[in-house]
């Protein structure tokens, strides 16, 4: 080990000293929209992209009502052959977007954007490398391919949520969906969210009140949902409680939230279905602020981007899955651990200016059983230590904790393993 450790302190201080990696950088400065072809239309079947420093909107990216785009099997990345022929809606099933799209998520890690039309039973991505469109044939996405009257079974919100994995909402929030968006693709109905008794009557269910709307994600594993109607409920994915955390303020009477993303200033854009108008919202009071566009102004039923809502006082914007209060003596600041999500079943931690002395790193699944125990001796101010889990290991969250002097434990943090 002492062998490879000048080596890789070397390379871990590139990584450090690598401008790209200051959340500046690394926050998506843009956010991805879907549109009609009119400004001030409705028929969500465009995909533009918003830069979010100047304002702007591109032209089409990909005109989503277009039946004959060629689509791909996402299992076998695969042309389809034999056009789909829909008893309700025709051919026009073989468009990317269907009859309209109000849910979309943006896989920065693997440049793709998944979502799914509203009135098709199909989860969808396109690789924004080649703008190829693949449908996820196996299964349907919500097993509801007929939609309600009353459009609650319909899917209108879905984010990239702080452990890489994907959720969509449906509209009456009995189902959240997580799939995942690595190299297999596995979609879960992880059933439906429950409303906080502090609610005061304002459900996360009510029709009036809650359907509609976007959601995003924040780097301490919640989602935020964001209504029509313009209220906003956090969603703990560890219990899927929904919270109401109020209305926003500041917004015109007749504007209904239908697209939210996070800006590089971890603020939230929001966009509207019934008006070319935008808004910057502050997640502290839930006040908005309007938001200047240059150029041609467009409805929109959604807006995505990768920018997780920063609550945890973390200057970052990569994805991370921390959960927890500073120790008492703790070594917060000190220590830090890299990459995470972790790959190749192994990750780093780096130990800066601690005192000298013995150190014992744990890691644990979430049934607490422990997995890997290390036990090091740090006698310099700067220290690496490479931690490698059993290659067998299952993905999800782990616990690493480290302990000092009198096995007082001085670090804690979440890890996702992919």
């Known amino acids: 080990m002492r062998k490879t450790l000048p080596l ?7 990584v450090l000293m690598n401008p790209g990696n200051t959340r500046a950088q690394q926050a998506d400065r843009f956010a991805y929209a879907i549109t009609d072809a009119q400004p001030t239309g409705s028929n ?16 089409v990216l990909l005109d989503g009502s277009n039946a004959g785009l060629p689509a791909y099997n996402a299992a076998t990345k695969k042309q389809l052959e034999t056009p789909f022929s829909d008893a309700r809606f025709g051919t026009v099933a073989n468009a990317a977007f269907g009859n309209g799209v109000a849910a979309m998520a943006y896989d920065k890690k693997n440049n793709r954007l998944y979502y ?17 469109v693949f449908f996820v044939l196996d299964k349907g996405f919500t097993g509801k391919p007929v939609k309600s009257a009353d459009q609650g079974n319909i899917v209108t919100r879905m984010a990239i949520a702080a452990d890489g994995n994907g959720y969509a909402l449906t509209n009456d929030a009995t189902q959240l969906i997580r799939f995942s968006t690595g190299r297999k693709l596995v979609t879960e109905d992880l059933g439906s969210l429950v409303d906080d008794p502090a609610n005061k009557g304002i459900s996360i269910h009510n029709s009036c009140s809650s359907f509609g709307g976007d959601m995003i994600a ?5 989602l935020y949902v964001f209504s029509a109607r313009n209220q906003v409920f956090k969603v703990d994915l560890s219990t899927k409680v929904a919270t109401h955390l109020g209305m926003i303020s500041g917004l015109p009477g007749n504007f209904t939230v239908n697209g939210a993303a996070v800006n590089a200033d971890n603020r939230i854009v929001v966009s509207s279905a019934t008006m070319p108008e935008y808004f910057t919202v502050d997640y502290h009071n839930w006040s908005a602020s309007p938001y200047a566009i240059n150029g041609s102004s467009w409805n929109s039923s959604d ?3 990768s920018n997780l809502l920063l609550t945890s006082g973390k200057n970052t914007n990569t994805v991370n899955f921390v959960s927890r209060n500073p120790l008492p003596g703790s070594a917060e600041g000190k220590i830090s651990l890299y990459p995470n999500p972790v790959i190749n079943n192994q990750f ?3 130990f800066s200016q601690l005192e000298p002395g ?9 049934m607490g059983r422990q997995v890997v125990q290390q036990s090091l001796s740090i006698s310099g101010e700067n220290h690496t230590q490479l931690v490698k889990l059993d ?28």
């Open 8 to 14: 890789l302190s070397f390379c871990l201080t590139a």
């Open 44 to 59: 969500w079947s465009f995909l533009r992209k918003l830069d979010l420093r100047t304002g702007e909107y591109s032209s």
């Open 116 to 132: 799914t039309p509203m009135l098709f039973d199909q989860l969808r991505y396109i690789d924004l490398k080649t703008m190829k």
């Open 218 to 222: 924040d780097d301490n594993g919640n």
């Open 303 to 305: 807006l995505a981007n």
């Open 348 to 350: 780093i931690i780096q």
């Open 358 to 366: 013995s150190y014992s790193i744990q890691v644990t699944d979430v």
């Open 391 to 418: 290659p067998a290991a299952a993905k999800g969250i782990y616990l690493v904790k480290v302990t000092g002097q009198n096995s007082r434990e001085i670090y804690n943090t979440k890890v996702v393993v992919q």
